[in-house]
């Protein structure tokens, strides 16, 4: 009888053991399949629900990331403590934690198997966990685990790192804790209005909140008459604005200085000097991920036109022309234009808007005469525009 029965209690052994293997493996993930034989283990810890956590995992499975063996886990929360401590003999080539408890922002740490470099990097997400979010994880992952595996001179060391992810734990005014884990629920990855460190491709590691305060300098061409034609000079804005996903919204003052420009029939001649003072609404949408995005939007805005004519002789040199001084007239103006902003690096944005104006009264300079007035010179109602400017 126990030689008969043995069959049985081997079969049902050798079905524990499978199961059990079965159980580690869905825990754990198996390694990438494209991964090659000796390729570094990678041990990749992902924290946040479950649907995102499988979005990113398959996309990163996906990449090219054959110079690697991928071995997966799933944690509850971040531990910044288990991101400090030493594995060099799990075996482990580089760790990586891929937290998105936030949908709107990826937080990515890393590092080398005896926790001495670290990088840290925040990707700013559009909170569907759409293809364009998950192809901005994973050629972040990618960049950073080749960087740090090729020895990045930018990386971040146990001080600077511990520091970086501590502070994003400490409420607002109060000073950074000596330890403890990292709240999975905190806004950004570095410090506000800083940009992450850098040690990836450039625009692939995006801040999670650009500075709110925008400085820039234009160049602005608008027609103005028929007389005249169009009027020109550059002008400065300031701008205060804030942005969430890949939408932001600004409230800006500009302020411009056309240069003057002269008109002259036969009987007269006149000189207008125009100082143009604007505030505006924008709304602008990002196309592109990362820290310097392209960006397109609109603006609405009014303002005052602040215009000084100087009456001149004409051409014809008429000795019944009396000198005056010039007169300042204010004039309303209304402003809508399309925008578009393209980054040439992380800090630096070129811009360009085209737009067009309207006065809400005709604006007019007439010339007196012994049996009325004379319109000399009419700014048209609605006169289109361009400039071209760079931002801080």
Same mark, same amino acid.
């Given at each position: 009888?126990?030689?008969?029965?043995?069959?049985?209690?081997?079969?049902?052994?050798?079905?524990?053991?499978?199961?059990?293997?079965?159980?580690?493996?869905?825990?754990?993930?198996?390694?990438?399949?494209?991964?090659?034989?000796?390729?570094?283990?990678?041990?990749?810890?992902?924290?946040?629900?479950?649907?995102?956590?499988?979005?990113?995992?398959?996309?990163?499975?996906?990449?090219?990331?054959?110079?690697?063996?991928?071995?997966?886990?799933?944690?509850?929360?971040?531990?910044?403590?288990?991101?400090?401590?030493?594995?060099?003999?799990?075996?482990?080539?580089?760790?990586?934690?891929?937290?998105?408890?936030?949908?709107?922002?990826?937080?990515?740490?890393?590092?080398?198997?005896?926790?001495?470099?670290?990088?840290?990097?925040?990707?700013?997400?559009?909170?569907?966990?759409?293809?364009?979010?998950?192809?901005?994880?994973?050629?972040?992952?990618?960049?950073?685990?080749?960087?740090?595996?090729?020895?990045?001179?930018?990386?971040?060391?146990?001080?600077?790192?511990?520091?970086?992810?501590?502070? $994003? /734990? *400490? +409420?607002? #005014?109060? @000073?950074?804790?000596?330890?403890?884990?990292?709240?999975?629920? %905190?806004?950004?990855? =570095? !410090?506000?209005? $800083? /940009? *992450? +460190?850098? #040690?990836? @491709?450039?625009?692939?590691?995006?801040?999670?909140?650009?500075? %709110?305060?925008?400085? =820039? !300098?234009?160049?602005?061409?608008?027609?103005?008459?028929?007389?005249?034609?169009?009027?020109?000079?550059?002008?400065?804005?300031?701008?205060?604005? =804030?942005?969430?996903?890949?939408?932001?919204?600004?409230?800006?003052?500009?302020?411009?200085?056309?240069?003057?420009?002269?008109?002259?029939?036969?009987?007269?001649?006149?000189?207008?000097?125009?100082?143009?003072?604007?505030?505006?609404?924008?709304?602008?949408?990002?196309?592109?991920?990362?820290?310097?995005?392209?960006?397109?939007?609109?603006?609405?805005?009014?303002?005052?036109?602040?215009?000084?004519?100087?009456?001149?002789?004409?051409?014809?040199?008429?000795?019944?022309?009396?000198?005056?001084?010039?007169?300042?007239?204010?004039?309303?103006?209304?402003?809508?234009?399309?925008?578009?902003?393209?980054?040439?690096?992380?800090?630096?944005?070129?811009?360009?808007?085209?737009?067009?104006?309207?006065?809400?009264?005709?604006?007019?300079?007439?010339?007196?005469?012994?049996?009325?007035?004379?319109?000399?010179?009419?700014?048209?109602?609605?006169?289109?525009?361009?400039?071209?400017?760079?931002?801080?």
């Amino acid at each position: 009888m126990i030689t008969g029965r043995a069959p049985i209690w081997l079969g049902f052994t050798a079905a524990i053991a499978l199961s059990a293997a079965r159980a580690t493996a869905m825990e754990e993930g198996p390694p990438a399949a494209s991964a090659s034989p000796g390729a570094p283990l990678v041990e990749i810890v992902l924290t946040g629900s479950a649907p995102n956590l499988g979005v990113i995992r398959a996309a990163l499975e996906s990449q090219a990331l054959s110079a690697f063996t991928l071995r997966f886990r799933v944690a509850p929360t971040f531990d910044a403590a288990a991101l400090f401590a030493a594995r060099a003999s799990s075996g482990v080539a580089l760790s990586c934690w891929i937290d998105v408890s936030d949908p709107r922002r990826a937080a990515l740490y890393f590092t080398d198997p005896v926790a001495d470099r670290f990088l840290v990097r925040s990707i700013e997400l559009s909170g569907r966990f759409d293809e364009l979010d998950r192809e901005s994880v994973a050629q972040v992952v990618e960049l950073s685990l080749r960087s740090l595996r090729g020895g990045a001179r930018a990386s971040l060391d146990r001080e600077q790192a511990r520091a970086l992810v501590l502070r $994003q /734990a *400490a +409420p607002a #005014g109060q @000073a950074a804790p000596s330890g403890g884990a990292l709240d999975p629920a %905190a806004p950004s990855v =570095g !410090a506000p209005g $800083q /940009a *992450a +460190p850098s #040690g990836g @491709a450039p625009g692939q590691a995006a801040p999670a909140l650009r500075g %709110a305060l925008e400085l =820039g !300098a234009f160049y602005g061409v608008t027609v103005h008459s028929a007389e005249i034609g169009w009027t020109h000079g550059p002008g400065v804005r300031v701008a205060l604005g =804030g942005s969430s996903g890949q939408q932001r919204l600004a409230l800006d003052a500009r302020f411009q200085y056309q240069f003057e420009r002269r008109y002259e029939e036969p009987r007269i001649g006149l000189d207008l000097r125009t100082i143009a003072l604007r505030a505006d609404a924008s709304w602008l949408y990002a196309l592109t991920p990362g820290a310097a995005p392209l960006q397109l939007g609109a603006r609405l805005g009014a303002g005052l036109d602040h215009v000084e004519a100087a009456p001149r002789p004409g051409s014809a040199g008429a000795p019944s022309f009396v000198p005056s001084g010039a007169s300042a007239s204010n004039a309303l103006v209304l402003v809508a234009g399309a925008v578009a902003k393209l980054p040439l690096s992380r800090d630096v944005r070129l811009f360009t808007e085209l737009f067009v104006e309207l006065d809400p009264a005709r604006v007019r300079y007439d010339l007196a005469l012994e049996q009325g007035t004379e319109t000399v010179l009419a700014r048209y109602r609605f006169r289109p525009g361009v400039l071209l400017g760079v931002e801080l």
